[in-house]
């Protein structure tokens, strides 16, 4: 009778995990399904900040993710990544140090992430650009 259960439970652990694993195949690599939204990760940036007055040189790693409404979004803005990491990387090394310091400096980075990634990908829309690393050297 144990094994009989045993045996069960772990038949119906694997299918589950299997359909569990099914549904994200069907996501991007880097995606993740939160439940109402899609999350698309972008590999991390390094880039130098402009720095005229300092001799020696700044650096910024900034790891972002996207939040996407749907999965069709999610699929659909998926070929025009280089775009947005392009986007991204054009107005990164026009930062300065002093363009980060405090709050308002990582919320005016924030929208302005925002905004590019939504005109290269127009006309689909990104929610929110969320940041999971912000290093500043």
Request: hydrophobic share 45%.
């Amino acid at each position: 009778m144990l094994l009989a259960g045993a045996g069960l439970y772990f038949f119906l652990s694997s299918s589950s995990a299997s359909t569990e694993a099914a549904a994200e195949g069907a996501l991007p690599e880097g995606a993740v399904n939160t439940g109402h939204t899609f999350i698309f990760n972008l590999p991390p940036m390094i880039v130098n900040l402009k720095d005229d007055a300092e001799p020696k040189s700044s650096f910024m790693k900034l790891t972002v993710a996207l939040e996407v409404a749907n999965q069709d979004m999610m699929l659909e803005i998926q070929p025009r990544m280089a775009k947005v990491v392009d986007a991204f990387q054009v107005y990164l090394r026009e930062l300065r140090r002093s363009d980060l310091e405090g709050s308002a400096g990582v919320y005016r980075l924030k929208e302005e992430l925002l905004r590019r990634v939504n005109v290269a990908i127009y006309p689909s829309r990104v929610e929110s650009v969320l940041f999971k690393e912000i290093l500043v050297q």
